[in-house]
């Protein structure tokens, strides 16, 4: 436009008007309550009100709709304006923007000769008020052709005349085409290119075009491009999601109102039909035999009504979704970018150049916006990949047309996988196209490089991601899960590559970085990622590899399973229909821990061919899960910043980082991982003790006191304790029914250590009380938990590190191994500690219910 770059399609759109030929417009509105309509969705929020009925108001005086301004536009059934206004009211529906062009499409059909003289006229005083007139129009009356400025007449689908239309005549004149005296310049026009003449007659008259001056003199400004004026920098509209929902909805209801008799009409059907069948039916027997076929007979009287009834939502929605589609493309309804504008002025400050536009990634002039944007990176975060079928690499093939660099979040497996179609192209134009730069598979594979040090073969791979219950989850990510939830996966197993189905395998497992607070334990269900396709590749001697999910609330979870199940045996086709319903609930129905988390476990063999396993475990706190999926792309564009660009070709972004990076920015956010490794043993070593193999590597973070009490060394203690026990009858009730010691200061205190292969007995004595506890590792949902038994209780207790201390955290607990509330088990903060190199404890019990319980602390030696 004027020699620059087309702005991109969603600000295009914001320029220019576009009036169909047909038509489109809400009948039982008014034309000024049409208008504001589209003034409403259309207009910038910084538009106020009366600054939008005033332009309104000029509008409707401007195209004569004075008169017939809050008639209404009407219907099929009820007469309204005439086919004259209606036009113009669609034209005034496109001019409340102001639009620096308008394009018509043969605004002329179905009027008589008056009506559209009329409407052409009111279109050349708009031009004359500075708005260019572009419209197609068939055989016009000489009044109508008067008011052309320029003209353009085609044949065959080729150019025959472009310039002045008062030219027209000496134009063909000269060709030995004369224009008899009393005819229609416009008539003879369309004689000469709709005469059935020949494809040579046709290409001497553009080849005559050709050698004009007017086309030479049209060609020359073109290629000079000496235009005065820029393009007019167009503030991109684009109302909130709330601001849409209003309007339509306003709309909705007056059209409901003012089309009452169909709703009218169908509630007394409905009501006669309910009367009819509760007389035939009434005092039916309620026995067996013919009054249960009786029952039968109306309950499918009012299933047949109710089938047929919605039958009449057909024809107003044939009549919508045709205006649905008109306004759409008009700009009526689109993304919001008050959202992008507030997080570009939350990163104002920083080195990059920050600006909020609209993009649009299906647009056929997708080169043309990257040109006018001219980006040094493009990220695609768009998703989901996995929907991408016609054209899944059409953002791909634009950067390589315009040698701009490209990275993305895909998490298709199929996706990702076959960006390497692209390398030699993306290596000839030096850039670099990176796929995957996610969590799955760039961190997972950087993960198990780290864990495969000091290994000589990878035998399997498990992993999986879970997310906080309170997390975001986006649209498009629940689009891609239910894509292929039931469908086949490829992976592989047993050493073979072979097909599973998404959703429907399933696992628990426990993410506990070593010393940290572990997540609840998780069900975890089989996800198409592209690790599943990729890691193989890296590992060739891969035996099994297996990824999942593990979305909380469960109940949620067990639900998809089974809707997948459905996909697999084939009774629904797919889920992809159902993804607006899942993420409503998702976002709807949320309980637990504010916390997410991530494991990549391994299993390998070393030099000597002895078998290990070792695992990786991530804890993201709060809302920093989130994030962890854009890290990737942060630090290679952290890397870049720092002279380390990435290789040039296409690929999935596998080897581009390592852990350390991700590792780095873990740092800055309330994120914690861990490795916890099996520990080898033979007959000549010693296996570690209950705890050491609890805390794996955070057993060498214990002060030496600590690590000395819970070794297998160490038999019996003694020490001095403070003991204080509850005021309530209840909880003195709970103590002494436990075997809890009574309150008292100095109280001699001595441990008895039996320690057995599958666990160890401990016999506290304080004074001359004595109670015992059995602690044995966890399993199932207590894994990697040190479980307690008192009795018929057993408590599920967390071991968590921090400087100089072991907390022992209450988890879970049991009565005869059946799983009670956790919110109703005991709680309080017990811990150990080294003071002066001496073993201290510290032990408070309450419950919700009944308050402390009892408290003690102290300190033990070993005895000699």
Not at 485 to 495: A, E, P, W
Not at 529 to 555: F, H, M, Q, R
Request: charged letters at 20%.
């Amino acid at each position: 436009m004027n020699g620059h770059p087309r702005p991109i399609s969603s600000v295009f759109r914001y320029m220019v008007g576009y009036v169909v030929q047909d038509d489109i417009f809400s009948g039982t509105l008014t034309v000024r309550e049409n208008l504001l309509f589209s003034a409403n969705l259309r207009l910038p929020q910084s538009v106020t009100v009366g600054e939008r009925l005033e332009r309104v108001d000029k509008i409707i005086e401007q195209l004569g709709l004075s008169e017939c301004a809050n008639t209404r536009m009407g219907t099929e059934s009820k007469r309204g304006i005439s086919g004259g206004e209606r036009k113009r009211t669609c034209i005034a529906m496109e001019m409340v923007l102001s639009p620096i062009i308008l394009f018509l499409d043969e605004p002329t059909t179905g009027l008589d000769a008056a009506t559209a003289c009329n409407v052409i006229k009111c279109l050349h005083d708009l031009s004359r008020k500075g708005c260019t007139i572009v419209f197609s129009i068939h055989q016009p009356r000489y009044s109508i052709f008067e008011l052309f400025d320029t003209l353009l007449l085609m044949s065959h689908g080729r150019i025959v005349y472009l310039g002045l239309s008062t030219d027209m005549l000496s134009y063909f004149d000269k060709q030995g085409l004369l224009c008899k005296e009393h005819d229609n310049p416009a008539d003879f026009a369309l004689d000469i290119l709709t005469e059935e003449t020949d494809d040579s007659t046709t290409k001497d008259l553009y080849e005559n075009y050709l050698r004009s001056p007017m086309h030479i003199s049209t060609l020359a400004v073109s290629l000079n491009r000496s235009f005065t004026s820029e393009v007019p920098r167009i503030v991109q509209r684009g109302r909130s999601f709330a601001c849409q929902f209003l309007y339509v909805s306003q709309r909705i209801l007056r059209n409901a109102r003012r089309n009452w008799q169909p709703y009218f009409w169908q509630n007394i059907c409905a009501v006669l039909l309910g009367l009819l069948t509760g007389l035939l039916y009434y005092k039916t027997p309620q026995t067996s035999g013919s009054s249960v076929k009786n029952r039968l007979g109306c309950i499918f009287f009012v299933v047949a009504n109710q089938i047929f009834s919605t039958a009449t939502a057909l024809e107003p929605f044939i009549k919508e979704r045709a205006l649905f589609i008109h306004e759409y493309v008009s700009g009526y309804y689109s993304r919001s970018i008050k959202h992008a504008e507030e997080l570009c002025n939350k990163l104002r400050g920083s080195a990059a150049t920050i600006r909020a536009l609209h993009f649009d990634r299906d647009n056929s002039d997708i080169e043309k916006q990257l040109q006018f944007i001219q980006p040094d990176l493009i990220v695609d975060a768009s998703g989901p990949f996995q929907s991408y079928a016609k054209d899944p690499y059409r953002v791909i093939k634009a950067c390589l047309t315009t040698s701009i660099n490209y990275l993305d979040f895909a998490d298709g497996s199929t996706f990702v996988q076959g960006v390497t179609q692209f390398n030699a192209q993306a290596k000839a134009n030096n850039i670099y196209i990176l796929s995957g730069v996610s969590t799955c598979p760039l961190l997972t594979a950087a993960v198990v490089r780290r864990l495969a040090k000091g290994l000589t073969r990878i035998h399997s791979i498990k992993g999986g991601i879970a997310p906080s219950p309170y997390a975001d989850v986006g649209l498009n990510v629940i689009r891609a899960i239910s894509s292929y939830s039931g469908q086949r996966v490829t992976l592989v197993r047993r050493g073979q590559l072979t097909f599973s189905y998404a959703m429907t395998e399933t696992m628990r497992y426990t993410i506990c970085p070593p010393g940290h607070l572990p997540l609840s334990n998780r069900r975890f269900s089989l996800v198409d990622v592209p690790d599943l396709k990729i890691l193989p590749d890296l590992w060739p001697n891969l035996d099994s590899i297996w990824i999942g999910a593990g979305t909380v609330p469960e109940i949620l979870h067990r639900i998809l399973n089974g809707l997948a199940w459905l996909v697999r045996w084939g009774l629904i086709p797919s889920l992809t229909p159902f993804a607006s319903l899942f993420h409503w609930a998702m976002n709807l129905v949320r309980w637990g821990e504010h916390r997410g988390g991530m494991f990549i476990s391994i299993e390998g063999s070393d030099r000597e061919g002895q078998k290990q396993e070792r695992s990786w475990h991530l804890l993201a706190e709060g809302d920093a899960g989130p994030f962890i999926p854009s890290m990737g792309i942060e630090a290679i564009v952290r890397r870049i910043l720092d002279g380390k660009k990435p290789a040039s070709g296409a690929r999935a972004a596998t080897m581009d980082l390592e852990l350390d990076d991700y590792e780095r920015i873990f740092q800055n956010h309330t994120i914690y991982t861990g490795q916890c490794d099996s520990i080898k043993t033979n007959s000549s070593s010693e296996s570690p003790s209950l705890y050491q193999q609890l805390l794996d590597q955070a057993w060498n973070h214990l002060p030496q006191s600590l690590q000395t009490l819970h070794s297998k060394k160490i038999v019996k203690v003694a020490g001095v304790a403070q003991v204080e026990r509850g005021a309530s009858i209840v909880s003195r009730c709970v103590a002494t029914l436990v075997g809890f010691p009574k309150s008292g200061r100095n109280v001699p205190v001595q441990v008895v250590f039996q320690r057995e292969t599958n666990g160890e007995l401990w016999t506290r004595s304080f004074a001359k009380k004595s109670f015992s506890s059995w602690q044995m590792k966890g399993s199932g949902h207590s894994d990697r938990l040190l479980m307690e038994r008192f009795g018929p209780f057993t408590f599920g207790l967390a071991l968590v590190t921090t400087p100089g201390k072991l907390h022992l955290i209450v988890r879970s607990w049991t009565l005869f191994g059946i799983r009670l509330p956790a919110f109703l088990a005991p709680y309080g903060d017990s811990y150990e500690c080294d003071h002066d190199g001496r073993f201290c404890f510290h032990v408070e019990i309450k419950h919700i219910l009944t308050g402390l319980i009892v408290r003690y602390h102290g300190w033990l030696v070993p005895n000699v």
